[in-house]
């Protein structure tokens, strides 16, 4: 074996031990959560669910498989002993025949009534998870903006999609163990009622033991939960690897600088930590097993000596040696599938709590009880920071401070400045996607938070830095709509205006043209400027009263950035507009400019009395400029 491969194995074990340490005290430091909701709580909010989506029949099949069950189960008692009665009180073969065909008879019937039931009841269920898969993405895509950047809010979406995601998960499965329940329940009752002659003591034995084997199986099942955040974190973290790995937008990077280590070793921490905690459930579950199994043994062992005894003292005939001997060992797996039940129905609990508590989840911003704003094209509305300070949660260093600034109905306003200057984050503040940590946003001079947030997004269109199309045509990408209510006259006017018409008319399928290749084979795959130009359209098709446009020409060649700023003024016809850009040769055309620099304000003014000032704009723009004609020179020499 070569020295570089002992290495490597070396250094594999190192990163493993440090992982598993790193583990074990996570572990330890976890501390148990409480949930929100009980299991009975989350039952009847399913069935609550089911009635309000009119998926009654649900739950009445649910009863009728609980009826069907316990007559499969009586059945099963009773055929035995009849038989052997029949034989012992010497009656006839016709009678004993019609006995047996009479048991037979009901077990074919009940076995037919209840698949007939089971498949039924099936849709129903499905019907119950889709919609409820539908709560927790409309919760997603609409939930206040900053809940989508909180940790917290996105380990409990990722674990309500945990119970929602196959027929298996606790938001379908639970209807089968509430079936089940009810069925124990029931049947435990019949039973213990037809065991009540016997000895009092053997019936404690069973129920005892049955009670001790439910707490340490409960025990065993809260696990997953009180570690749910941790395997949350750890599944995105691996899920993030896999992603950058296996995706081809990534491919480039990958190769090029070499980072494969890098998620190597992101991967096998958040491995190490997901094995080390469940190695530490698998210890807990043989534990469980192993308690289990010499509960099982006790209760059993004890209830049959018990009736083999009753039976060499003549006690009990036999048939009722074999009924009782039956019932005693179906009376054990009531018992015992009732705790087993309730238990396998708090696991699936907790998940329904995540879910409910992922719906509930506070929102930051008013929505339905906000007070209503219409959004019209032409109207005059100012935009209005006072003394506005930012700063994001569970940080030290305020982004924005002080802040004094309005937007005048129409006005035309540039926002420049360094990287990491907050530029981005004060065209959030005025979208209000967030809220100031001091201050206050003003629409024509009302507080924006007495608004309904989501009525008060209507007033902007926007093009930020960060944009994607979705699997739809061009026609609908630009539109934003999948109801076909679309006016292709504007599509056509918006897509010239952002300067992408010549492009979809050179497409066999002009503005039909399908977009996004993982969905359909069929689809094209624009350029970087290209889709950018496409949000544009789609900013300008929404035709709001407020324009922002975040780095608009980042991805456009040099003569498409210059067609842009001539039409600039024609698409910003009639409303106010936010222009952010790092190009101050791209903001002369705007009516006003605002340096940030150092979370506040450093200067302002137009482009002409921003030069003649002399501070850090014209600083930033000799350079720029400087630049540019350097740059050019060298490519002249060069040609």
């Known amino acids: 074996m070569s020295r570089i491969a ?52 649900v739950i009445f099949l649910c009863l009728a498989q609980v009826i069907i069950a316990l007559g499969q189960s009586l059945v099963l008692l009773f055929i ?17 025949l019609v006995t047996i065909l009479v048991f037979i008879g009901a077990r074919m019937l009940l076995n037919c009534a209840n698949s007939y039931v089971g498949e039924n009841a ?28 909180k940790k917290e809010f996105r380990d409990l979406a990722n674990s309500a999609s945990g119970a929602t995601n196959n027929n298996r998960a606790a938001t379908e499965a639970i209807w089968n163990t509430l079936v089940q329940l009810l069925k124990n329940v029931l049947g435990f ?67 090029i600088f070499g980072i494969k280590p890098w998620l190597t070793e992101i991967y096998d921490k958040a491995q190490n930590l997901t ?20 509960l099982t043994f006790l209760r059993n062992g004890i209830a049959y000596a018990y009736l083999i005894n009753m039976a060499l003292k003549g006690n009990l005939s036999a048939a009722e040696f074999v009924l009782y001997f039956s019932a005693f060992g179906s009376f054990t797996n009531w018992v015992r599938w009732i705790f087993g039940n309730v238990n396998t129905l708090h696991r699936q609990s907790l998940d329904i709590s995540t879910v409910r508590e992922m719906l509930e989840y506070p929102e930051i911003f008013r929505f339905e009880d906000g007070e209503p704003l219409t959004a019209d094209p032409r109207g005059k ?22 802040i004094n600034l309005t937007l005048h109905p129409g006005e035309k306003l540039a926002v420049v400045g360094m990287n990491g200057a907050g530029k981005t984050t004060l065209v959030r503040l005025i979208c209000g996607f967030y809220d100031p940590t001091e201050g206050r946003v003003l629409l024509n001079g009302e507080d924006i938070r007495k608004y309904n947030r989501r009525d008060y997004y209507k007033l902007f269109s926007a093009v930020f830095q960060n944009f994607d199309v979705i699997a739809a045509t061009i026609a609908q990408n630009i539109a934003q709509d999948m109801d076909g209510n679309i006016d292709m006259d504007a599509v056509r ?12 008319e050179s497409l066999p399928e002009k503005y039909d043209t399908k977009l996004v290749r993982d969905v359909y084979e069929e689809a094209i795959a624009l350029s970087g400027g290209e889709t950018q130009r496409l949000m544009l359209a789609r900013a300008l098709y929404k035709n709001a009263p407020m324009l922002i446009l975040d780095e608009p020409t980042a991805a456009l060649d040099p003569i498409a950035e210059a067609d842009m700023y001539k039409k600039y003024n024609a698409m910003a016809e ?8 790092h190009r101050l040769a791209s903001t002369r055309f705007c009516d006003r400019i605002i340096l940030l620099d150092g979370s506040v304000i450093a200067e302002e003014g137009t482009h002409d009395e921003l030069m003649a000032l002399g501070g850090k704009y014209k600083e930033f723009f000799d350079v720029q400029s400087k630049y540019y004609k350097d740059g050019g020179k060298e490519n002249e020499e060069e040609n």
């Open 6 to 57: 002992l290495f490597m194995i070396c250094c594999d074990r190192k990163t493993k031990r440090e992982g598993n340490t790193l583990a074990k005290e996570k572990i330890k430091k976890e501390k148990p959560k409480k949930p929100k909701y009980n299991m009975w709580q989350n039952s009847c909010w399913m069935i609550g669910t089911a009635w309000k989506i009119k998926e009654k029949k």
């Open 80 to 96: 035995s002993p009849a038989v052997i009665s029949a034989v012992e009180t010497q009656k006839s073969l016709t009678y004993l």
């Open 122 to 149: 099936l849709y129903g269920r499905i019907t119950i998870r889709s919609y409820i898969i539908g709560l927790i993405c409309g919760k997603m895509m609409t939930t206040s903006y900053p809940n989508t950047e």
């Open 189 to 255: 009752a019949i039973y213990l009622a037809m065991l009540s002659r016997l000895d009092f003591w053997v019936v404690a034995v069973v129920l005892a033991t049955s009670i001790v084997g439910f707490f340490v199986n409960k025990k065993v099942g809260g696990f997953g939960y009180r570690h749910r955040t941790e395997f949350s974190e750890q599944g995105r973290r691996m899920d993030y690897v896999n992603t950058v790995g296996s995706g081809s937008e990534y491919a480039k990077d990958l190769r």
């Open 275 to 294: 094995l080390a905690l469940k190695r530490k459930e698998q210890n807990v579950n043989m534990i469980s097993s192993v308690s289990d199994i010499v």
């Open 381 to 402: 509305y100012e935009i209005k920071l006072e003394n506005v300070t930012f700063r994001y949660p569970e940080t030290e260093r305020d982004v924005l401070k002080n």
């Open 493 to 504: 006017s918006c897509a010239d205006k952002a300067g992408l018409c010549e492009k979809i």
């Open 574 to 581: 009639g409303r106010s507009s936010i222009y952010i850009s």
